[in-house]
């Protein structure tokens, strides 16, 4: 057991006003009468958590932290909540005594009832321990007689001992968090930081939540999609090229296009098997250029514009799943990443693309929105540019993203293709926040370089927070002249985090 002494010197040297409450050591007169004999009790007893994943939304992370892992204790720590050196030395008194540590407040008379404390040490003169909830107070002593109280054999400070729990309590900053962590420690938790609140940007967290996927988490200061990041990396749901996330870190070189259709696009030019080693001579082009990682990537168009009503009457012809198949199939052998293009003439996003999700619950397969073929009543393709709000995208995104989380899928590349602003309503609005979902802003403009670059600079502006990533695209027989991969990466500045060749 620590030596008491030495604790309460320290707190003492520590913060000049200092004061050591103890509650029912001492009878109200101060005789030198003893405390009666009880049977021996544990300094302190803890419980594991029970919950799979707790987010703890309470303001008081310490108290909270205490009333989840804490059944009794029978010494606790209470530091003055206005001032941080009274905190640090009650954190490293409760450290040293495996007890907990709370923060002067309404709540923590009733968490000190709760706990059953025999002995209340306070630090900082301007704490009161409480009066009433069962927890008397009969003696207040100065910090310079600190040492006297610690070497009087009446006095039990009741270090506990070392417990360990199979509990991980998750924080955001070891430091910001420092009472919760030390009431997590003293109770014999491990606590796994956590930068941003993401654990798939973590690499250390990411490896102490893996090994240990049954542990029950205690998350504190989490985000709303905590759920899924830890799910994902405990489940060890990775990219096919590795990694957690699809972007930042990445950058995808595309063909785009329909199978069969050289028309559409250089990805219907050739077969299935011609298109792989296609891609993959793409993507080695910018990998003599640029270092960093380069995804090979098939943009599918799975529902075409169509000139024509068509039986359901929504200018869309909406390609069967099996003839999409064969291309999904070849791409996910050989480590291609897949991107489905949703053009939907007047029928809506949604609706085209829960017809494709028995492809998107694949992990290497993201979706594509296309507002140019987005039609509203009585309009026809090429008779004028589409457009669609952004609330319709957000329900696209928020179903995309509700379905990766569901099937515990790693982050997928959201696209939404524009080369005007009139093309998406709102654009500001769009939901950016999926942690699911890497969205991207494809900039899609063709022609010469000058008016490409003008559009791709005006689009930036005003952007939506919180993008992934923003798209170019090369047309092999529109831009004059199209860039080689060395003059892509060169003049288009920031670096395209998705390069598309139709």
Known sequence: MPDPARIATGAAVAVTAAAVVVAGLFIADHQDQRVEDTAPTPASVVRPATNPLELVTEDDAALAISRRLFASSQTVVLAAASNPDALTTAIRTATELHVPVLIDSQAAPMELARLRAQTVLTVGDDVEAPRGHSIPVDEVLASAEVSRLAADPSVDLAAGKSHELDTLVTVTSRGKQAAAVANAEAAGATVVEVKRGDPRQSPGAAQVLTARPTSPVIALDAPRDFA???????????????????????????????????????????????????????????????????????????????????????????????????????????????????????????????????????????????????????????????????????????????????????????????????????????????????????????????????????????????????????????????????????????????????
Not at 377 to 391: F, R
Not at 418 to 432: E, N, Y
Request: hydrophobic share 35%; charged share 25%.
């Open 228 to 502: 899924y990041t830890l799910d994902v990396v405990r489940r060890d749901a990775q990219q096919p090229t590795g990694g957690y996330l699809a972007l930042p870190g990445k950058h995808y070189t595309a063909m785009y296009g329909h199978p069969g259709a050289p028309s559409l696009g250089v990805l219907g030019e050739q077969g299935v098997a011609a298109s792989v080693k296609r891609v993959e001579r793409l993507a080695d082009k910018y990998r003599a250029v640029g270092n960093t990682e380069f995804v090979p990537t098939f943009e599918i168009i799975a529902t075409v514009a169509s000139g024509s009503a068509g039986q359901d009457k929504n200018y869309s012809s909406e390609t069967p799943i099996s003839r999409l198949e064969p291309l999904v199939d070849a791409a996910e052998k050989a480590g291609i990443y897949v991107i489905l293009d949703l053009q939907p003439g007047r029928t809506d996003f949604l609706t085209q693309a829960k017809r494709y999700r028995k492809l998107l619950v694949r992990p290497h397969v993201g979706l594509a929105v296309d507002p140019e073929w987005r039609l509203k009543k009585k309009q026809k393709h090429l008779e004028q540019i589409g457009s669609v709000s952004a609330s319709e995208i957000n329900r696209t995104s928020a179903w995309l993203a509700a379905l990766t989380r569901q099937r515990s899928l790693p982050q997928k590349v959201f696209v939404v293709h524009q080369f005007s602003q009139s093309m998406v309503k709102d654009r500001r609005r769009l939901d950016t926040t999926h942690a699911e979902l890497a969205t991207v802003i494809h900039v899609d403009g063709s022609g010469g370089q000058s008016a490409k670059q003008s559009t791709w600079n005006h689009l930036r502006k005003k952007a939506p927070a919180g993008l992934a990533g923003w798209g170019w695209k090369n047309f092999v027989d529109e831009d004059a002249p199209m860039l080689t991969a060395r003059q892509t990466w060169a003049k288009v500045r920031p670096h395209p985090e998705l390069i598309t060749y139709q």
